[in-house]
């Protein structure tokens, strides 16, 4: 099946810091990719939509001038965690048709 | 009415047995019906799609659609201990929907497979 791979796969940071966390797509072209967060035992949580060459759509209740998504290219989607806090710890996986990658675990110290 | 639901767990089955996974949908337009995998601490995989109504195998997978039921089912035949997972049930939204192109995922169900 198609591939979708992120970087890194795991990072630890301070807070106050920003985070960028990239999703591609290896062997297709996405025009649309997604976002999702996953906290211990939760289920998935849809962030946002990723359009290429346009802007995202987030969904209610996430910030966007928090988790800012840049879709540059049909291969590329970037997640930057600004001013990250320890609350934003959490399991940050993205998707390009029906794959997902395999996951960015983010530790805000 | 949840939208994407599937049957309440956890389901415990033997090794070698068939453990029946269920869901139910809410958007009568959906067209792409998926299974996902999730082991702890790891993204979903994907281990079926379904389209048409019927029945779809892959192996030990067995996936089955009914759009006029509005249900989605997956069989795993000769359970095994590594099929141990938490089971994703996710359906596509339908143009005009507000949930077009995203998926909707159930609940999931944990499935536990002891020797």
């Known amino acids: 099946g198609a591939v979708v791979s992120q970087h890194p796969s795991r990072v630890i940071c301070k807070s106050g810091t920003s985070v960028k966390i990239e999703c591609r797509s290896l062997d297709f072209q996405a025009t649309t990719m997604f976002w999702y967060r996953q906290f211990p035992k939760k289920s998935l949580m849809l962030m946002a939509t990723?359009?290429?060459?346009?802007?995202?759509?987030?969904e209610q209740g996430v910030e966007k001038d928090k988790f800012l998504i840049n879709h540059a290219s049909l291969t590329l989607s970037t997640l930057t965690v600004t001013s990250a806090h320890p609350e934003d710890s959490s399991f940050y996986i993205c998707?390009?048709?029906?794959?997902f990658g395999p996951g960015t675990r983010l530790t805000v110290l | 009415q949840k939208e994407v639901e599937q049957n309440s767990g956890p389901l415990s089955v033997p090794e070698g047995a068939i453990a029946s996974l269920n869901c139910t949908y809410s958007d009568r337009g959906s067209q792409s019906f998926f299974w996902y995998r999730q082991y702890s601490g790891k993204s979903p995989e994907l281990i079926m799609s379904?389209?048409?109504?019927g029945d779809k195998e892959d192996g030990r997978f067995t996936a089955q659609l009914n759009k006029a039921s509005q249900y989605v089912s997956l069989l795993i035949r000769d359970s095994q201990p590594s099929d141990s997972a938490t089971y994703l049930c996710a359906v596509k939204g339908s143009r005009g929907g507000t949930s077009y192109g995203k998926l909707t995922f159930g609940q999931g169900t944990i499935l536990t497979v002891h020797p």
């Open positions: 379904i389209y048409s109504n």
């Open positions: 990723s359009n290429e060459g346009s802007k995202a759509t987030y």
């Open positions: 998707s390009a048709e029906q794959f």
